[in-house]
């Protein structure tokens, strides 16, 4: 694979660094693993894997990636690290498994960071990127370089340690709106100056990268590719920091749909049927689901291209035009981005063979132990549900790879409620040291009975701030899926969980949050990469 191609675009995923630093989107390192081969099959160029120097949980992240999805014939695998040398090790070292390594090192460039975030003066940062970026280049050599707040730093200052940071030997160049502050023809603008005004910039790649503030990450960026830019930076579903990042499906998609519209901007002609990005748009459905679950967080109805209501058609007048003729108010297939017709696929004398060759056919690749466990929820569910769907197979495998340490083991849940009876719940927990105790509550409704209940034997003080259910396909069987989010001393954990029955899903969903709650306070302090002050250079 070629990711230095400049007649398509490249698509730097970074789901599992800043999509992951959306609040209560923390994953694990199993669960960032999945993520991170459901990537690759997705087709992305580039993983950004996480900030090695961040936490020992994210060194070891990088690293497993590094070492199982980095092969010879999938994507580069990138570390983030902040232009000091000790994260650039830490990146080196995380990443030294992986075929095509690329350490992304940042220093901010804007004069409100220097002033107030770095306390450094300009000169001081023009000399730090090319050190850095030369040091990361003894490691590696795919180095990426990015001012951070580049749309609000002076242009003229970015002109020059762009200049030095390629002079010093970076390949890539990504040029970010941290804050989402800029316009599309202000961001278009910005990459069209820096094309005419950084001498050697023929030797690095453009790459953009934006924050949603505004909504307008996806459009900054496709003016941006009309400006020379080449790689995008995004995450599924445009999670995270704030407002999130552009979002992958959407750029994906515009490009694929109104590829006649980019093409000259490519060199190409309008009508050249070559695919814009290498990503197979037929993941796409799959890989939202599958982040959305374990991040817990939820896609909204309306959001483009992956939203539930994406494809729906509502109104009398569009679904007459559609029946008439697709094109009429439809601009793109749904089975382009891999929503099938939810067929019926697999039932209660379904085999294990059938059961394995679905998933295979889905995309899933299950280790033995995994579909050990996913068979027998499988043939628990084929007992109340006549009808196994994809979407049914899908969210049992999400359910069983998400994998929230399990400190304390729902072992039993029962709820007693009816118009005229006081919700009551009683639950039986394994705690983490093997004794099995038993609780019950009365709650507003059966819900708040079991959580309260939980709370009881749990004890780990906590704030509910979302509940969700949602089913995962139509019928009265449906199986639901909850995802919740809790806060404890301001930072928030999320939990999903599907079942048939809501009361059990909405039981272990809880107990998935508060496992990750507490095995937070047995670990230490994450690092943020751009909130935490900088290490001394050297
Ligand atoms: O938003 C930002 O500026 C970043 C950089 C680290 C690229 O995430
Ligand atoms: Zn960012």
């Given at each position: 694979m070629n990711t230095q191609a400049s007649d398509r675009i490249i698509i730097f995923d970074t789901t599992l660094r800043d999509g992951e630093?959306?609040?209560?989107?923390t994953l694990n390192v199993e669960e960032k693993l999945t993520i991170a081969r459901q990537l690759a099959r997705l087709g992305?160029?580039?993983?950004?894997?996480?900030?090695?120097?961040?936490?020992p949980g994210d060194f070891e992240a990088v690293t497993k990636i590094a070492q199982q999805?980095?092969?010879?014939?999938?994507p580069t695998i990138c570390g983030l690290a902040r232009a000091t040398k000790q994260d650039i090790e830490a990146a080196a070292k995380a990443l030294a498994p992986a075929a095509k390594p690329r350490i992304h090192t940042f220093i901010a460039t804007s004069d409100i960071h220097l002033e107030?975030?770095?306390?450094?003066?300009r000169q001081e940062v023009l000399q730090i990127a090319p050190e850095m970026v030369a040091y990361a280049k003894s490691f590696v050599d795919d180095v990426e370089f990015s001012p951070e707040d580049a749309g609000r730093s002076d242009p003229e200052f970015l002109y020059q340690v762009l200049e030095a940071a390629i002079a010093a030997g970076a390949t890539t160049v990504n040029i970010p709106d941290t804050v989402g502050y800029t316009t599309p023809a202000e961001f278009g603008a910005l990459i069209k100056g820096i094309k005419d005004n950084v001498?050697?910039?023929?030797?690095a790649i453009i790459s953009v990268h934006g924050h949603n503030d505004l909504g307008l990450a996806v459009a900054n960026f496709l003016e941006a590719i009309k400006n020379g830019a080449r790689q995008l930076e995004c995450t599924i579903n445009g999670i995270?920091?704030?407002?999130?990042?552009?979002?992958l499906e959407e750029l994906v998609m515009a490009l694929h749909v109104r590829r006649q519209y980019f093409n000259p901007f490519l060199?190409?002609?309008?009508?050249?049927?070559?695919?814009?990005?290498?990503?197979?748009?037929?993941?796409i459905y799959k890989t939202s689901r599958l982040v959305s679950n374990l991040t817990g967080m939820l896609v909204q109805?309306?959001?483009?291209?992956?939203?539930?209501?994406?494809?729906?058609?509502?109104s009398g007048i569009h679904q007459d035009g559609v029946l008439k003729h697709k094109l009429t108010y439809e601009i793109m297939d749904a089975q382009s981005i891999g929503?099938?017709?939810?067929?019926i696929v697999l039932g209660k004398h379904s085999g294990r063979n059938a059961f394995r060759t679905r998933l295979k056919e889905l995309g899933f690749e299950l280790s033995e132990q995994e579909l050990n466990r996913a068979f027998l929820r499988f043939k628990e569910m084929a007992d109340k549900k006549k009808e196994i769907t994809d979407r049914d197979l899908e969210a049992i495998v999400n359910d069983e790879t998400q994998?929230?340490?399990?400190?304390?083991?729902?072992?039993h849940v029962q709820v007693s409620c009816g118009d005229?009876?006081?919700?009551t719940a009683t639950v039986i927990i394994r705690t983490p040291n093997g004794e099995e105790l038993m609780d019950a509550a009365i709650g507003t409704g059966p819900v708040d009975a079991v959580y309260k209940a939980i709370n009881r034997v749990v004890n780990v003080p906590n704030q509910l701030i979302e509940y969700s259910v949602q089913s995962v396909?139509?019928?009265?069987?449906a199986l639901g899926e909850v995802t919740i989010r809790l806060k404890h001393n301001d930072r928030i954990f999320s939990g999903h969980a599907a079942n048939t029955d809501i009361i059990v899903a909405s039981a272990m969903a809880y107990m998935s949050a508060l496992n990750r709650l507490s095995a937070s306070l047995q670990s230490g302090k994450v690092l943020h990469p751009q909130h935490d002050a900088a290490q001394p250079v050297g």
């Open positions: 630093q959306s609040p209560g989107a992305v160029d580039v993983i950004e894997a996480g900030f090695p120097f961040a936490s999805v980095g092969t010879p014939d999938g107030y975030k770095l306390k450094k003066t001498p050697n910039i023929d030797r995270g920091e704030r407002a999130g990042n552009a979002a060199g190409r002609p309008p009508e050249s049927e070559a695919p814009l990005t290498r990503i197979d748009t037929r993941q109805p309306n959001k483009a291209i992956v939203g539930a209501n994406a494809f729906a058609h509502e929503l099938n017709d939810n067929q994998q929230a340490p399990e400190l304390f083991k729902l072992e005229h009876a006081r919700p396909t139509a019928g009265i069987d």
